[in-house]
Nanobody
């Protein structure tokens, strides 16, 4: 099982990024997936979740700005991030939800700064 996150970068406040997470080794079409982020010195925190049927939920601070989606054919989950704020800075990871004993990917760094 592996997860490969990509799409991060440096963006100014108010900007947008689209993250991707390619997966392998899981039955993607029946897996709920989630995005998490880790900021300096903090534990990973939940950001967004999408069920196998496409139902979504979000951490309160990203509601209305982030959109999680999935492509079952490509076994990939996405996170569209709009109106980015400095507090969104961190390393973003994807994983199954609920978490199982799978290794985390390398994550993708998102830096929001002017």
């Amino acid at each position: 099982v592996y997860f490969v996150e990509s799409g991060g970068g440096l963006v100014r406040p108010g900007g947008s990024l689209r993250l991707s997470c390619a997966t392998s080794g899981i039955v993607f079409r029946i897996a709920a997936m989630a995005w998490y982020r880790q900021t300096d010195g903090n534990q990973r925190e939940f950001v967004a979740r999408i069920t196998h049927l496409g139902g979504t939920s979000y951490e309160e601070s990203v509601k209305g700005r982030f959109t999680v989606s999935r492509d079952n054919a490509e076994k990939t989950v996405y996170l569209q991030m709009n109106n980015l704020k400095s507090e969104d800075t961190g390393v973003y990871y994807c994983n199954v939800d609920p978490l199982q004993d799978f290794d985390w990917g390398q994550g993708t760094q998102v830096t929001v700064s002017s």
